[in-house]
């Protein structure tokens, strides 16, 4: 394939100086353009819109300043190149050419050999950058065309793991009560435990692609660090305590009572790490520092430390720590399983959060990883010198007393109709199962056309369904589509959304086709039940 023929424009209202240039190009395969001045230049540029613009300093009317002003305003760097023609040598002029966008310049008198050597130099790098350009293109592109096929892989997988995950946990339901044999109960719980495997391996996935596409979300709200560090380890407690292991933590004052961060992130940050340090020990303490450190210069940063006794690395493993779908140990007889992403997705984090994670370790002895997240401005934060003393033992007796006097309401959605909107079968009959062991009557569309008919039917007799549960992913009408449609007849009973999809922006889009709330599947059955009892009071209450 033939290169195109790069257009110059040489602007100059010497008729000699234009001779010479033409002269010194006539030979290469350019196509040649002239104007006998600024004015008649400025035209030109418009009309050709030439590659390079060889470009007079010294013109009346119009100077070589003031037409390179207007190339500048009007064309990016790799649209059109300007090479300024100049018998100034105090160098001023060729300094303020440069400052205002000029590629390069050609003194006069100049050789016809350095006429080439200069011209051919700015068209190699105009068709660099505009390589470059396509280059961001087509990788933004490729970048759009993963987020989308990973939205979709979220829906085609969480789609069935809906029904593998509810019907599994109904059985283990049904089991306890009916006392199944032990085998029974143990096959539940394993595929249970795979399911959900299977899920965190699909959400680091999808956080990875989120944050490789800067939509990850990233809050900045006031929370206590040692607030923070007592949920983890009462979260990865029971995991610790399996293997025998011994979880501490410790602290270093003063300490910030509140800094301003992302809470949600950091735990992940810190669940994270010292999952991998329950993994890869086997006997021993796995001890979480946390301190507060302030450098001159820099901003304020709270640093968590986790140190543990395990199999440690060697300075090979640790080069590769951080790179994504890649494991310290990745031979087929590698003991660990796990996809690789956790310490990628933990980096990418912390560094969002304003800090970094660093990591030192010996083989056979233990690792240390710190994660360090930026404090925000700790002017007027009240510095601790010790714990502060959480909620007594008698608090939480009470509470806990409390919530168990509070009556259990057996069948929370007794008398409520709910248009169930989802094309699926197997979804369709664990939802509706989950309803109506709940009390409600549930009516079923197996796509978004035939859930608009029955909503507008109901909102032509006067008796609106209590709560509709709109699939998003429907054929001949998707959710999107239905509830649009069903909100501009003037339906104004409640719309909660079931999605698959879990990128980021889902839940505004279906808040934005007019939905009340967002339910993600794989479904969790009580917060299911909980959301539309609390849309129904509402509803009963006004």
């Given at each position: ?414 008398g409520r109709k709910i ?59 998707d959710g999107y589509s ?54 129904c009071d509402i509803e009963?209450?006004?």
């Amino acid at each position: 394939m033939n290169k195109p023929v790069s257009k110059i424009l040489i602007v100059d209202d010497s008729e000699v100086v234009r001779r010479i240039l033409c002269k010194a190009l006539t030979q290469d395969d350019y196509e040649l353009h002239t104007a006998v001045d600024g004015e008649d230049g400025r035209q030109k540029i418009h009309e050709l819109k030439p590659d390079i613009v060889l470009l007079d300093v010294e013109m009346p009317v119009l100077d070589g300043f003031a037409v390179l002003k207007e190339v500048r305003e009007n064309y990016k760097l790799e649209q059109v190149a300007v090479i300024m023609v100049t018998s100034q040598n105090d160098g001023k002029g060729i300094s303020r050419a440069f400052d205002e966008g000029a590629f390069d310049y050609i003194p006069k008198p100049a050789t016809d050999s350095e006429i080439k050597a200069r011209v051919r130099n700015a068209i190699r790098a105009l068709q660099l950058v505009r390589e470059q350009k396509t280059l961001r293109k087509e990788a933004e592109t490729a970048n759009q065309s993963k987020s989308a096929f990973l939205a979709n892989m979220s829906h085609e997988i969480r789609t069935p793991m809906t029904a593998i995950l509810g019907y599994t946990e109904l059985l283990e339901l049904e089991a306890k009560t009916h006392q199944m044999p032990e085998l029974f109960m143990d096959s539940l719980d394993t595929i249970k435990r795979n399911g959900g495997h299977l899920m965190e391996l699909i959400n680091d996935i999808l956080d990875l692609s989120k944050i490789e596409a800067g939509k990850l979300d990233i809050e900045s709200i006031s929370c206590s660090p040692q607030k923070i560090v007592e949920e983890v380890l009462e979260l990865v407690q029971v995991r610790a305590e399996a293997k025998g292991l011994k979880l501490e933590a410790s602290y270093q004052f003063p300490l910030p009572a509140q800094i301003q961060s992302d809470p949600t992130r950091i735990r992940q940050i810190l669940i994270n790490l010292i999952g991998n340090a329950i993994k890869f020990t086997e006997v021993g303490t796995i001890r979480l520092e946390t301190e507060l450190v302030e450098t001159p210069g820099t901003e304020p940063h709270i640093q968590f430390s986790i140190i543990d006794q395990g199999i440690g690395m060697t300075e090979s493993q640790l080069s590769n720590l951080f790179r994504p779908f890649t494991q310290a140990d990745s031979s087929t007889t590698r003991k660990y399983g796990g996809t690789g992403l956790g310490l990628t997705i933990c980096k990418r984090l912390a560094t969002m959060l304003g800090g970094d994670i660093y990591v030192t370790s010996e083989i056979n002895k233990g690792s240390r990883f710190s994660a360090a997240v930026c404090t925000g401005n700790l002017e007027g934060v009240e510095r601790l010198q010790e714990l502060q003393q959480s909620e007594s033992q008698d608090t939480q007796a009470n509470q806990a007393n409390q919530t168990a006097q509070k009556p259990v309401q057996e069948f929370p959605l007794k008398g409520r109709k709910i248009l169930l909107a989802e094309d699926g079968p197997d979804n369709q009959k664990l939802i509706a199962f989950i309803l109506k062991k709940a009390g409600a009557e549930v009516t079923l569309a197996e796509n978004g056309e035939v859930a608009r008919q029955a909503a507008l039917k109901s909102l032509e007799v006067g008796l609106l369904y209590d709560v509709i549960l709109m699939d998003m992913q429907m054929p001949i009408l998707d959710g999107y589509s239905a509830t649009q449609k069903i909100r501009e007849h003037g339906y104004s009973g409640p719309i909660i959304s079931l999605t698959a999809n879990a990128m980021e922006g889902d839940r505004e889009k279906c808040i934005n086709a007019g939905c009340n709330d967002h339910i993600t599947k794989p479904v969790n059955r009580k917060k299911m039940v909980e959301m539309i009892t609390a849309f129904c009071d509402i509803e009963a209450a006004v």
